[in-house]
């Protein structure tokens, strides 16, 4: 009798049954990466919708990304491109201003209730208009709360969708944004807007 | 912190693959590949954070293969095993062919000789993590693995 050796196989034999696993699997999170002029976006959805939008170069990265949300929603975790389709197709169309309003349902796992008051009136700002912290807090009737208001924007899970760049300080000056003031420049320009000099 | 499913699915595909290979051949490989990560997806919240993921994966590979074996026992299908290439002048792929002939013969061990042997030689396992694998002591595990490979040199010729 020879040796007992590991049988030999090819590796794309292992890759090509992961990917009839993956495709068949029900994850808790389908994830992939977007591109668009603002940067790769990696993009996350649960059954009930879209969790999570992030600048990758930002979060540190995919795996960074990934590991957050395995820690804080669930490790079962699964690149997916056709689930995250009707996503990127959205985007591709707002990022070639063919479209002007999001169409996707949205998962506020990740949200406090208060984030969630103020990123669903920050939802409603029309493409191409804006709106101050001062306004988005008065509308969820908690008018003293603008600074509150400017921390649970700087934390949207889900920019660009949930469209927190256009939430401009008062003066309509520029002011700050989750994906660095570059990105929120680019965004606001994509839609027509014209801002005050910071 | 057990990291992300999709990563576990890129680490551990290949050890997987490999060891079905060994342990119910090429054809059923890959149901038994589908049926690994399915229950491993299921257990996967469950698992430690500590645990050893390649023994852990590898332990449920090990029951699919269990499984595969006993349900072939009740529905016996017949198999052609490859034959043994002559002894002169062979490729690599004739030595691959000799391999799985050696893991068919591996195959035909009664089934704790088999598993211990392949999750040992084709899961590259220590005897220690055999033995977690099949709920034995690590010195039945060892035991069986040697019972195994004694007879596979009683019944496999030399080339």
């Known amino acids: ?72 929603v669930s490790p079962r975790i699964l690149e997916r491109r056709d689930v995250v389709e009707p996503v990127r197709r959205e985007l591709d169309e707002y990022f070639a201003g063919r479209r002007t309003r999001f169409d996707l349902p949205l998962d506020w796992t990740l949200t406090t209730p208060f984030q969630r008051d103020v990123l669903r009136a920050t939802a409603a700002i029309p493409f191409g208009e804006t709106r101050s912290y001062g306004q988005i807090a008065a ?12 921390t649970a ?17 008062g003066g ?8 660095g003031v570059e990105r929120k420049r680019l965004l606001l320009d994509l839609e027509g807007v014209t801002t005050a000099r910071d | 912190m057990i990291p992300p499913f999709q990563r576990f699915l890129d680490e551990q595909r290949e050890p997987v693959y490999r060891f079905l290979i060994a342990a ?37 590979a090990g029951r699919k293969a269990t499984d595969h074996h006993r ?25 691959a062919l000799d391999d799985d002939a050696l893991w068919a013969a591996v195959r035909a061990l009664p089934p704790k000789q088999r598993a211990a042997i392949t999750l040992r030689y084709a899961g ?14 690590e010195d039945a595990a060892r035991r069986s693995a040697h019972e195994g490979l004694k007879r596979l040199r009683q019944e496999v010729p030399v080339p």
């Open chain 1, 1 to 72: 009798m020879t040796t007992l050796r590991p049988p030999a196989f090819d590796p794309a034999d292992a890759a090509a049954a992961a990917r009839r696993f993956a495709a068949a699997a029900e994850p808790d999170i389908a994830y992939d990466v977007v591109d668009g002029p603002v940067g790769p976006l990696v993009v996350a959805i649960t059954p009930r919708g879209l969790l999570q939008v992030s600048y990758e170069e930002l979060r540190g990265g995919l795996d960074e990304i990934l590991g957050g949300l395995a820690a804080t």
């Open chain 1, 139 to 150: 509308q969820i009737g908690r008018p003293g709360a603008s600074r509150a208001t400017g």
């Open chain 1, 153 to 169: 924007l700087g934390r949207n899970p889900i920019p660009v969708i949930v469209p927190c760049h256009r939430i401009l300080r």
């Open chain 1, 172 to 179: 309509g000056v520029l002011g700050s944004y989750t994906g």
């Open chain 2, 24 to 60: 119910v051949g090429r054809d059923a490989a890959d149901d038994c590949f589908q049926e690994t990560f399915i229950a491993a997806m299921n257990a996967y919240p469950r698992l430690r954070p500590d645990s050893n993921l390649r023994a852990w994966v590898l332990t449920i």
């Open chain 2, 71 to 95: 349900a072939r026992a009740r529905h016996p299908v017949p198999v052609a095993e490859p034959e043994p290439p002559p002894a002169t002048t062979r490729s690599p792929d004739e030595l």
């Open chain 2, 124 to 137: 590259d396992l220590s005897h220690r993590q055999v033995a977690e694998a099949l709920g034995c002591s």
